[in-house]
Each structure stands twice: as structure tokens, then as C-alpha cells.
């Protein structure tokens, strides 16, 4: 016995030794860096842990910011908190052979929440503005040694091209309120692809809030962000006439021919409390999908509609996640609580319901079970797999997945150059064939 543990032991210490090291936090090197600029005025709010507070350089000259850090601690990563408006930024990474600074990438082109790993012996980065403008504006920057980074860093993938699920909504936020644990469900327990649409951002913070709330939602492939202005209205007509008919049915046609999601999930046709907005995105969804409208190449095979009457489901939303163990076992809408506390800008609020039943009386923006706007009740308004089988609550249902299991099976194409829709065609994809459609 003596013996063979003796013999083990080199084994064991091996696996302790790399369990040690793969368990090991990342230093956070960002209070011994050096921060320098040729425009050092807001260098300070580069690290004051405020995003509503940003460093700016001068407008109309050539910008840059230095960052060093000690002779013995290199950088093995950073995460950078970009303005929404902030153009594209070189990066370069200082050659310590050559004694110059050599173009590494550019950064900020894509994902507003950046994380970026840097070559190895990394001690001193330079960003370099690149518009004429000379734009270079961070909220906040952290700098990394080698380890395990903390939760709070956001690695996002490419948004995906082959959803299962797609979750449309006017707004963030929305997709809480009104859908419940459905993105913590479907992200984190049943681990298949999400991708989530928003048609309005309004404004920057909200943007920062969108992307922590889907990170906490368990969403790792980047949102799609449709770019339309925000506006307040209480009819689909309104809504129409403000965001335009044709440019709506264009934008979401674009988006499912490039997220080609399985199923769709969207809003109510009487915008939950009357939102123009949401109506329009149910509008948009039942005309395409459900009416054929507007020669869309990918037709989803399912469409659920929030609060729609026919061919009902009924989602549970507190069953306990047990797949993804990094929410302790919390349930879908208590995981989908705490992304919508992400929202800070929204929380408090309330809206007198326009239309149905409950006209007249006042929505809270909270996420609950139940309530005026049940976030567990949707109809069933397109199959082309179909009706549900009765008693099983999944929007999956009858759908084979690209779990996130055969993630090496899914090949995310290379991530576009800005936050919004990709601009390149993609190829064209047969139409569904229809065994079932289920009319309004
Ligand atoms: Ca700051």
C-alpha cells in the first residue's frame, strides 16, 4: 500500500500543482501601471471604477495613451470599457528587442465590453487615435497578469449565425420583463445558442447595461443591435410611421437570414402595457415569419408571441439551473432578476397599461412570476415542426440544436466591424418546407 502511493505521489503533486494553477487568480495590475497621454487631462477617470465617467482626449489632433507597467509584472490581458461613439483605435504592443513599438491589432471595432489578450512579456501598450478626429475615449481600462480572470470580464464571441433561439424585443431590458428566465434557461441550463435583437439602444449607459445583463444571463455571443431611434408611442401605427415600415421589415428580414435562428421568441402583439415598439416587433415577426411577407431567404420553424391567446404555453420559470453551477442552483427567473438588475438606469419605474383588461391600471418594471404581463405565457403563432405536444412547456420542442456542447462543430464567422448588423450577404438559404402553419 506504502509502495503504490509512493508511486502515485509524483502523479498526484503533478495534478495538484496544475489544478493550483489553473485555479490561480489573475493579478490585477492595473494600480501599479503608469498611464501617460498627450492628452492627460481625464487620465484619472481611466481607473476611477465610474463608467459614467470617461477619459476624452482633445478633439482634432492625433491622440494616444501609454500604459506601463513594472519591470517584473507583464500583462497578459486587459478589458476595456469603450464609449458607445468612440471610433476604431490602433494598438500597438512596445518590442522590447527592438526598442520600438510594433501594430499589434485594432481594437474597439467590434464589442463595447473588449477583452484582449496580449502577447506574451507585454510591459508597455500604446492605443493611437485613428479618425480625424482623433478620437480615443475609455470608461474604464483593467490590466491582467497571467491567471483566472474574474466574472466581471466580459469575453464575448461573434454574434452567432446559427441560433436556436432568437429573443426580439424593442428594448433592453424587455427581454426580462416580459420573457422571464427564458435567455438564463435556454443559455445557461439548456446550453444552445442565444442570440438576442434589440431594436433601440437610446442611449450609451443603456448599452453597457444590455451587455452586463446578458452576461449575467449566462449570453456569450454578442447582441444584435439594430440601431433604430428610441421613441415613446402607444400604437403601431405611430411606431410605423417614426421607424418606417419598409426599413423595420428590411432590418428584421436581415436579421434572421443572418442569425438564422431555429425559433424565435418576441413581444406582444398589443405591446404588453401598449408600447408602439413592441407591437411593432410582434408585427414585424408575424408578418415575416407567420405571412411570408417580404421574401425572406431563412424562415424560422417556430415563432412564439408573448401573451397570445392561441395555441398557449405556459413557461416554468423556477425550476433550478443545475447545468451551469457558477449560479448556485438559482431558477431561471431568479438568474433573469438579477440581469435585470444590470439595468440600474430602469429600475423603479412604472407605465399605465393602454390597452385589454387591465387598461387603465399601472405596470411595474419588475421581473415576477405572474403579474399583468405574465413573462411565462406565449402562443404558439408559426410551426413548420408542428403543435406542441401538450403538457411540455419548450420553445425547443420538435428542434434539434446546436448545443454548446458541439461548439467545435460551430464555426462562428470572423465578427464584423461594428456593433450592428453585419453588411455582407449571406448565402441564401432554402425555405423551410411547411408541414403546419398555424394561423392567427
Ligand atoms: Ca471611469
Redesign the pocket.
Known amino acids: 500500500m506504502y509502495r503504490l502511493f509512493a508511486l502515485l505521489l509524483p502523479v498526484l503533486l503533478l495534478l495538484f500543482l496544475c489544478v493550483s494553477a489553473s485555479a490561480a487568480p489573475a493579478e490585477d495590475l492595473t494600480p501599479l501601471c503608469t498611464f501617460t497621454s498627450n492628452s492627460p487631462t481625464y487620465l ?12 476624452q482626449t482633445v478633439s482634432y489632433q492625433e491622440n494616444y495613451l501609454e500604459v506601463t507597467a513594472p519591470d517584473s509584472k507583464p500583462i497578459d490581458s486587459m478589458y476595456i ?1 469603450w464609449t458607445k461613439d468612440s471610433g476604431k483605435v490602433l494598438l500597438e504592443v512596445f518590442d522590447e528587442k527592438d526598442g520600438r513599438y510594433r501594430t499589434y491589432r485594432t481594437v474597439n471595432a467590434v464589442y463595447l465590453h473588449e477583452y484582449i489578450p496580449l502577447p506574451e512579456n507585454t510591459h508597455r501598450i500604446r492605443f493611437s487615435s485613428t479618425d480625424k478626429l482623433g478620437t480615443l475615449a ?3 481600462i483593467s490590466l491582467y497578469g497571467p491567471g483566472d480572470l474574474p466574472s466581471s470580464v466580459q469575453m464575448w464571441q461573434p454574434s452567432c449565425r446559427e441560433a436556436d433561439l432568437l429573443v426580439l424585443v424593442a428594448h433592453p431590458d424587455d427581454e426580462y420583463l416580459f420573457f422571464g428566465g427564458t435567455i438564463p434557461w435556454y443559455a445557461r441550463e439548456v446550453g444552445c445558442h442565444v442570440a438576442v435583437a434589440y431594436m433601440t439602444l437610446q442611449n450609451d449607459t443603456r448599452a453597457h447595461e444590455l451587455l452586463n445583463g446578458l452576461w449575467t444571463a449566462g449570453v456569450r455571443e454578442y447582441p444584435y443591435l439594430l440601431g433604430f431611434d428610441d421613441k415613446l408611442s402607444f400604437s403601431l401605427s405611430s411606431q410605423y410611421r417614426f421607424w418606417g415600415k419598409e426599413e423595420t421589415l428590411q432590418a428584421v428580414i436581415k436579421l434572421f437570414e443572418t442569425a438564422q435562428p431555429k425559433v424565435v421568441v418576441t413581444q406582444g402583439v398589443e405591446g404588453e402595457y401598449g408600447h408602439g415598439g413592441h407591437q411593432v416587433v410582434a408585427d414585424l415577426c408575424l408578418r415575416i415569419i407567420r405571412d411570408g411577407e417580404g421574401d425572406s431567404t431563412f424562415r424560422p420553424h417556430k415563432l412564439y408571441v408573448h401573451m397570445l391567446d392561441e395555441h398557449p404555453v405556459h413557461m416554468n420559470w423556477n425550476v433550478p439551473i443545475t447545468s451551469d453551477k457558477s449560479v448556485h442552483g438559482k431558477t431561471s427567473l431568479e438568474v433573469a432578476q438579477d440581469a435585470f438588475l444590470c439595468h440600474q438606469s430602469q429600475q423603479g419605474f412604472s407605465q399605465e397599461i393602454q390597452y385589454g383588461p387591465y387598461r387603465g391600471q399601472r405596470y411595474k418594471f419588475e421581473v415576477v412570476e405572474g403579474g399583468l404581463m405574465d413573462n411565462a405565457f406565449f402562443g404558439l403563432a408559426y410551426s413548420d415542426v408542428g403543435p406542441d405536444d401538450s403538457g411540455v412547456s419548450d420553445f425547443l420542442q420538435h428542434i434539434d440544436t446546436l448545443t454548446s456542447g458541439d461548439v467545435a462543430a460551430f464555426s462562428p464567422v470572423e465578427a464584423s466591424e461594428s456593433t450592428a448588423l453585419p453588411t455582407e450577404e449571406p448565402a441564401p438559404t432554402p425555405k423551410s418546407r411547411i408541414t403546419l402553419t398555424i394561423h392567427k
Open positions: 484619472a477617470r481611466l481607473t476611477d471604477g465610474k463608467i459614467d465617467r470617461h477619459f470599457i475609455i470608461r474604464e
